[in-house]
């Protein structure tokens, strides 16, 4: 029996398991996510399996990966904006959260891209689009949460400032602005732990693939950096494009 099938029968085994397991736990935590995480275990295993013969054909070509990346960030961007009209419909949601992923993310590409910082070839750019983006539009729906939950709680907070003659954009900043930077805490103690906590994939990767380990962590720390600028970046311009929305009456927004 070779390695990769040895594996895969592991991993057959041990799947079911562990969804059994989460499920079980979300149960008995009251998480009311027993059936978010078998979907999302379900969507995984089609997803992958999918992904997994596309991106063969999306490496073969430079133009093919980048429209692979703008898919990514199309999903992203529904995924994100769902996340937020759960916590209150905010028109221009889906679009709030494109302008926010894809600018984040576009800078960092762009700063890692064109001075060469990284290889300008189909094997790099899809991993680490596919990296940053997937990072970014975590931050943008935790900030997008956040903030409109802050502005429900304090939604009486919010009226005195308008009633002070607060503009509704200073207002909202005022009330909800500065809870948004929650968002960014995984991120940033991902890179504080770095090597001591985690060592995460592209590290691993690179090693495994042969390179030096001097070479594997600067790859590792432009990632990391990375991922920190573009959440920033996403996080303020989901805050300037709330606080300029035609928000719902806080008193509608769920917790």
Not at 5 to 13: D, E
Not at 38 to 57: D, Y
Not at 101 to 122: S, T, W
């Amino acid at each position: 029996m070779s390695l990769d099938t040895g594996l895969g029968i592991a991993a057959v085994a041990v799947l079911p398991l562990l969804v059994g397991i989460g499920v079980i736990g979300s149960r008995l935590a009251s998480l009311r996510h027993d059936k978010g995480i078998v979907t999302a275990a379900l969507r995984a295993i089609l997803q992958l399996a999918a992904v997994g013969l596309v991106v063969g054909l999306a490496l073969h070509s430079i133009w093919a990966t980048l429209a692979f990346v703008f898919v990514m960030l199309a999903v992203a961007s529904v995924t994100s904006g769902r996340r937020i009209r759960s916590t209150a419909p905010v028109p221009g949601q889906y679009a709030f959260c494109a302008l926010a992923i894809g600018g984040g993310a576009a800078v960092v590409m762009l700063l890692l891209i064109l001075p060469g910082v990284v290889p300008r070839n189909p094997e790099t750019i899809l991993p680490m689009g596919g990296i940053i983006v997937g990072g970014t539009m975590t931050a943008t729906t935790l900030a997008g949460r956040r903030l409109l939950q802050e502005y429900g709680t304090r939604y009486g907070e919010f009226e005195a400032g308008l009633s002070i003659g607060l503009m509704p954009p200073d207002a909202f900043k005022l009330v909800a602005g500065p809870l948004a930077g929650d968002a960014l805490l995984p991120v940033l103690d991902q890179t504080r732990t770095v090597g001591l906590v985690s060592l995460p994939g592209a590290f691993v990767g690179m090693i495994l693939g042969g390179a030096s380990p001097i070479e594997a962590a600067a790859l590792q720390l432009v990632v990391l950096l990375g991922l920190i600028t573009s959440e920033v970046l996403a996080i303020w311009i989901m805050t300037e494009l709330l606080s300029r929305a035609s928000l719902p009456d806080g008193r509608t927004v769920s917790s």
